[in-house]
């Protein structure tokens, strides 16, 4: 029977092969691998990624597409909402041996809720090696954008802090059944092996404030905040958010931290 795709899911089923080729080809699977793929679908990525790796664990939602994956003996089903998924324990769970507890991840994530799964991911950092994800291509755009620039915002900070990320490959709405409205890419999230310590929660309200009013100058924003707390340091104010660094978020969500204990 075919499967209908399901608007609550926000089901598109990639179907071109010559896409999909050069996608496995750009995660590049490697036999035993510990890998989980997200929303595997109608299986389009699953079926050449399995065959490179010898078995494959899958997150799916919808349980008529879940029923028709246990047929197939080399892949471990879980039915679930992927914001419900343990990833730290279900990296032990994968685990050869203690001392390899790493996955890699990948998959199609549903263009609604992609931005809530990349932060649930970003809980489990210290138990991924790598992810793979399709996405809508305005937000990958988010993801990789440089200060002083319009797509750089929240997002870009966030996770540039923790993963050094590419955009990988283009992917036209046409390469979907049905068809989404928008152009889609592929992104490499590669987390950093020394990533700056700091109270992601403060970085988080900090960032959230700084860019709450990203057309005006941070004086009227993040300024506000900082004296509000009391903040004995110096940051120059007179900028809009956007033209700050990365680097320069994550120093100041440091000291921030240090002056306030």
Request: proline share 7%.
């Amino acid at each position: 029977m075919k499967h209908i795709p399901r608007k609550r899911f926000g089901q598109h089923f990639l179907t071109d092969r010559s896409i999909i080729d050069d996608i496995v080809q750009a995660i590049a699977p490697q036999a035993g691998q510990r890998m989980v793929e997200i929303g595997p679908g109608l299986a389009a990525m699953t079926r050449p990624l399995v065959e490179r790796l010898g078995h494959l664990t899958v997150i799916e939602l919808d349980r008529d597409l879940a029923g028709q994956l246990r047929a197939n003996p080399q892949l471990t089903v879980i039915e679930s909402d992927v914001l419900r998924v343990d990833f730290v324990a279900l990296a032990a769970s994968m685990a050869a041996d203690a001392d390899k507890t790493k996955i890699r991840v990948v998959g199609n994530l549903p263009y609604n809720i992609s931005t809530p799964i990349l932060f649930h991911l970003l809980d489990a950092v210290d138990v991924i090696e790598d992810q793979h994800f399709m996405l809508q291509k305005e937000v990958i755009d988010r993801m990789v954008a440089t200060p002083s620039t319009s797509a750089y915002g929240r997002l870009s900070v966030m996770l540039q802090w923790r993963y050094a990320m590419e955009n990988v490959l283009h992917v036209p709405p046409q390469s979907f059944d049905p068809p989404p409205r928008v152009d889609s890419a592929i992104v490499r999230m590669v987390p950093h092996a020394a990533p700056a310590a700091i109270d992601v929660n403060l970085l988080s309200e900090l960032v959230r404030v700084a860019f709450s009013q990203r057309r005006k100058l941070l004086r009227h924003s993040l300024g506000q905040w900082l004296t509000a707390r009391a903040f004995p340091g110096v940051f120059d104010t007179q900028r809009r958010a956007e033209e700050v660094p990365v680097a320069e978020y994550i120093a100041l969500a440091q000291q921030v931290a240090q002056t306030a204990g």
